[in-house]
């Protein structure tokens, strides 16, 4: 179905298009005659990116012509409930969802837009989402990699990255990219596949190891159950204010508006068995002590350089 006759590059002949709606809805109707239910699919990884195996390079206005003409009109005929997320492509690049939404019948049939990390800035996300509040916003790719044999793992950044900046920047979810390989990151095709993609756990015959993405993954996993919900908390930036008493005039106070700029990485979750779960991590040089306060209570936590924290009350 592709200009080049390849599973890397080239593009979706449009002659095509329609077999192509077809084969997602088959797609769906299968998997769930097999007992898996699809909740939710993209119709391209990353199609600003044809050098992957697979891949291809899908443009805005095809993508439109796709989703409006073909895959709308195949998914109302087989009355498909499973959701469909635009892009699935770096943070560098929120236009593209934003112009497949200006579509109105897109916009009525597109559930959100879906991310990658690995360019632009997180912000992106609320970008989208303050441009479309309607629609949501989803993570669906993260590499997560370390040096084979390292004596330390760089934890704080990872926790940032792939838990901390995503959901603080409204995504509902975060997909880990990927889950196990071998020691050589396979299994690969014949046409080639991703050399440095390690997994969350690395299995090697009889004998499997744990990896940097496993443990940054467990620090939500264990504790942000299926249900929970992300509650506000201090952010670095946020306008706090304080009375301070005046000088000259003792037991006159003043209001003083401060930004907080001390304050470490975080974010807080809600689960549906009402808990309380924040996950900071400490990203600086030196060790910090921080302090949580919540309804009238606070610890306060001191927490190494480089190390990240998941705490539940």
């Not at 499997?208 to 929970?228: D, E, M, W």
Request: proline share 5%; charged share 20%.
């Amino acid at each position: 179905m592709k200009t080049n006759n390849n599973i890397r590059g080239g593009a979706l002949k449009e002659e095509c298009y329609g077999i192509y709606a077809a084969y997602l809805v088959r797609y769906v109707q299968e998997m769930k005659k097999e007992g898996v239910a699809i909740d939710a699919i993209t119709i391209q990884n990353e199609p600003l990116n044809s050098k992957n195996t697979p891949s291809m390079q899908w443009t805005v206005n095809q993508q439109a012509a796709f989703l409006r003409d073909h895959l709308y009109p195949a998914f109302t005929r087989a009355a498909l409930k499973t959701k469909v997320i635009l892009f699935d492509h770096n943070a560098d690049r929120p236009d593209s969802p934003l112009t497949l939404l200006s579509d109105p019948v897109i916009s009525q049939f597109a559930d959100g837009s879906g991310f990658h990390h690995y360019g632009g800035d997180m912000g992106a996300m609320s970008k989208v989402h303050l441009a479309r509040p309607d629609k949501n916003i989803y993570f669906t790719e993260q590499m997560i990699t370390e040096r084979p044999g390292s004596p330390t793992i760089n934890i704080a950044a990872t926790v940032k990255r792939m838990i901390i900046d995503t959901t603080r920047n409204w995504s509902r979810n975060v997909i880990l990219w990927n889950l196990a390989a071998d020691p050589k990151n396979g299994p690969h095709t014949d046409n080639g596949g991703c050399p440095m993609c390690q997994g969350a756990i690395t299995i090697d015959k009889d004998a499997v190891s744990l990896n940097l993405a496993y443990y940054t993954i467990a620090h939500a996993s264990k504790f942000v159950r299926p249900g929970s919900v992300r509650i506000g908390s201090t952010n670095r930036g946020d306008q706090n204010v304080g009375l301070t008493e005046d000088e000259e005039r003792p037991g006159v106070k003043r209001v003083a508006v401060i930004e907080s700029t001390q304050v470490l990485p975080n974010v807080a979750f809600r689960t549906p068995d009402g808990k309380i779960v924040l996950i900071v991590v400490n990203d600086t040089q030196s060790a910090s002590s921080f302090t949580v306060q919540d309804g009238g209570l606070s610890a306060s936590i001191r927490l190494a350089p480089g190390a990240a924290g998941t705490y539940v009350w």
